[in-house]
């Protein structure tokens, strides 16, 4: 296969390479920084830091999948991928994606047991429950996406061999496609609806109860020392939920802007580099460990 062409040149391309390395390089240090902090220091052998360390290697997996290839195709101008490069690529960063979206829904239900149910904490997450959440996210993700990625390899392919995009998502293959696509499609929009709508649901009902007993806290101070716990998670929910959004706005025709590419930015380049920032500069537990 041959990935889209790069089409910006001179300086500009020089920057935007730049800048990508500059972030992919970030992405690993600030990360492998977070793991290797969590791992060496007793006080942050919890479920929140256990949860969160299993985000930081999911983020480094999924940039490592997009970001090298990308440099390479603005760097260098390879814009070649071999049949079972790219089907390996699209199947780990979907894998990748699920495992992304249920950390945040278990992350997000440990906040809740945490705020609403503080003196059960520990006996509701215990050691094996975590263990049980995290095992079952890494194997629910692998198996969620293997049906579509096997039919979709068995999908003959005729007729141009560039891929519209810096790296092989499922969509643009299935353009190239001359054969029929529908079950493909079918099986997409079940393993998204499970893992993407599934994750939202638990993560919307987790922080309605959070919100409604953190509004019956008569202490203003205290109500914001609650809320900041779970603020930094949060907003990384936002952010990785917006690339969602972006990948459904894919579908208004007419549109000038290509909010596939726009979504794949965000969710394997900003946010693994944001995330090692947003759990460090808001958690004084983390920053006192790390110094």
Not at 9 to 26: D, E, M, N, Q, T
Not at 55 to 80: A, D, M, Q
Not at 220 to 240: D, E, M, Y
């Amino acid at each position: 296969f041959l990935l889209a062409e790069f089409h910006y040149y001179g300086y500009l391309r020089i920057i935007i390479f730049f800048l990508l390395l500059v972030s992919y390089l970030i992405t690993l240090v600030g990360n492998i920084l977070i793991i290797t902090t969590i791992l060496r220091h007793q006080s942050l052998h919890t479920p929140m830091y256990f949860f969160l360390s299993n985000l930081s290697i999911v983020e480094i997996c999924v940039t490592t999948t997009v970001t090298p290839k990308f440099l390479s195709i603005v760097g260098f101008g390879n814009r070649e991928i071999s049949y079972w490069g790219c089907y390996f690529q699209c199947y780990f960063y979907f894998v990748l994606a699920s495992v992304d979206f249920l950390l945040l829904a278990v992350m997000a239900f440990d906040r809740y047991v945490a705020i609403c149910q503080p003196l059960h904490y520990v006996t509701v997450m215990n050691h094996r429950l975590c263990i049980f959440f995290a095992v079952f996210s890494w194997l629910f993700g692998f198996l969620d996406t293997l049906p579509t990625t096997i039919i979709t390899n068995n999908i003959p392919i005729c007729g141009s061999n560039v891929i519209d995009h810096f790296f092989c998502d499922i969509d643009p293959i299935l353009k190239l496609a001359c054969g029929d696509t529908s079950l493909i499609n079918l099986l997409n929009l079940i393993a998204s609806s499970l893992t993407v709508l599934g994750s939202l649901v638990c993560i919307a009902v987790s922080y309605t109860l959070i919100i409604k007993a953190i509004s019956n806290i008569k202490s203003g101070v205290q109500r914001w020392k609650t809320f900041s716990t779970c603020s930094s998670h949060l907003i990384l929910v936002l952010i990785f939920y917006s690339g969602s959004v972006l990948m459904c706005l894919r579908y208004i025709k007419g549109s000038i802007f290509d909010f596939n590419k726009l979504a794949v930015v965000l969710n394997t380049i900003i946010t693994p580099m944001l995330n090692p920032f947003i759990y460090t500069l808001r958690n004084s537990q983390v920053k006192q460990a790390i110094r």
